[in-house]
């Protein structure tokens, strides 16, 4: 099973700052199979990226992905009031799995 | 759009089976193109994989809950369910029923459903 850890477990930051979040892979991961959600409290997760780059439909473009094989990243650029959320990883190698999530805060 | 909806009993006893049933709308399970999967939350933690079930009724489990899961699909209702035997409080948590691009990602989530094991 590939384990996906993900860094910082709280990112604290102002409105208007940049996020980046990472997505560390115990092994290779083919970035076709690389995605990343964002979940608000009481919601379910919404996709925001796949194929470790492709920004989902509706999705604004101030999220980005980028990384290959065992590091992946997500950016915010400009952080708006509605993206403190939490953001998880997720990647289809031999079986899904997800990471354990990092919260981004209001600072 | 594709739209889920989980229903099933919100409580259940310890050693019963827990029984979730999703209903797709928006589009047919028997038309292909996704894998219908569950996935659960426990509470204030991150995302677990529980399965998924192809329209054809091919299957994938998690492996450390695949003794104790059973997933299925009734094309003809439009639903497929999960069942998860044995529980204890530990199965406590929230239940997602989404879509999966096969080998790849989560697009539709239904809106999750909060089941507790307690007697």
């Known amino acids: 099973e590939i384990v996906l850890t993900q860094s910082p477990g709280t990112l604290s930051l102002s409105p208007g700052e940049r996020a980046t979040l990472s997505c560390r892979a115990s092994?290779?991961?083919?970035?076709?199979?690389l995605a990343w959600y964002q979940q608000k409290p009481g919601q379910a997760p919404r996709l925001l990226i796949y194929g470790a780059s492709s920004r989902a439909t509706g999705i604004p473009d101030r999220f980005s992905g980028s990384g290959s094989g065992t590091d992946f990243t997500l950016t915010i650029s400009r952080l708006e009031p509605e993206d403190f959320a939490v953001y998880y990883c997720?990647?289809?190698?031999?079986?899904?799995?997800f990471g354990q999530g990092t919260k981004v805060e209001i600072k | 759009q594709v739209q889920l909806q989980e229903s099933g009993p919100g409580l259940v006893k310890p050693s019963q089976t827990l029984s979730l049933t999703c209903t797709v709308s928006?589009?047919?399970?028997?038309?292909?193109?996704?894998?219908w999967s569950w996935i659960r939350q426990h509470p204030g933690k991150g995302l677990e994989w529980i399965g998924y079930i192809y329209y054809s009724g091919s299957t994938y489990y998690n492996p450390s809950l695949k003794s104790r899961v059973t997933i299925s699909v009734d094309t003809s209702k439009n639903q497929f369910s999960l069942k998860l035997s044995s529980v204890t409080a530990a199965d406590t948590a929230v239940y997602y029923c989404?879509?999966?691009?096969?080998?790849?990602?989560?697009?539709?989530w239904g809106q999750g459903t909060l089941v507790t094991v307690s007697s």
């Open positions: 928006g589009g047919s399970i028997s038309s292909g193109g996704y894998y």
């Open positions: 989404a879509t999966m691009i096969p080998r790849s990602h989560l697009d539709y």
């Open positions: 092994q290779s991961v083919s970035s076709s199979y």
């Open positions: 997720q990647q289809y190698g031999s079986s899904p799995t």
